[in-house]
Nanobody, 124 residues
């Protein structure tokens, strides 16, 4: 079974860059035709799709976050990463990585596998 695990600092200062890594086991991030996604849920709010990197390395971003979001991958480690720049307290959330078989389904909130999530706090 595919497993995903988020990792990275749980505390980020305002104006700094949030960096998280998702380590995948039980499946390759280069396997056709899957999309590897980052999703977040601020306290008291719903899930927000941030973006994805596809099996071939193509990237896709939510229009609302595109200007400060970057998703990359390290195929040798079977990992993909998220960088969110210029963070504010509004970026505090539980961040998840997840797999999807369809990009539109992913942007609509449908995923095959999820990581357990990691809490990110934004504070000075």
């Amino acid at each position: 079974q595919v497993q995903l695990q988020e990792s990275g600092p749980g505390l980020v200062k305002p104006s700094q860059t949030l960096s998280l890594t998702c380590t995948v086991s039980g499946g390759s991030i280069t396997t056709s035709y899957y999309y590897w996604n980052w999703i977040r849920q601020p306290p008291g709010k719903g899930l927000e799709w941030m973006g994805a990197i596809a099996w071939d390395g193509s990237t896709y971003y939510s229009p609302s976050l595109k200007s400060r979001t970057s998703i990359s991958r390290d195929t040798s480690k079977n990992q993909f990463s998220l960088q969110l720049s210029s963070v504010t307290p509004e970026d505090a959330a539980v961040y998840h990585c997840a797999r999807a078989a369809d990009l539109r389904a992913a942007s609509d909130g449908t995923y095959d596998y999820w990581g357990q999530g990691t809490q990110v706090t934004v504070s000075s």
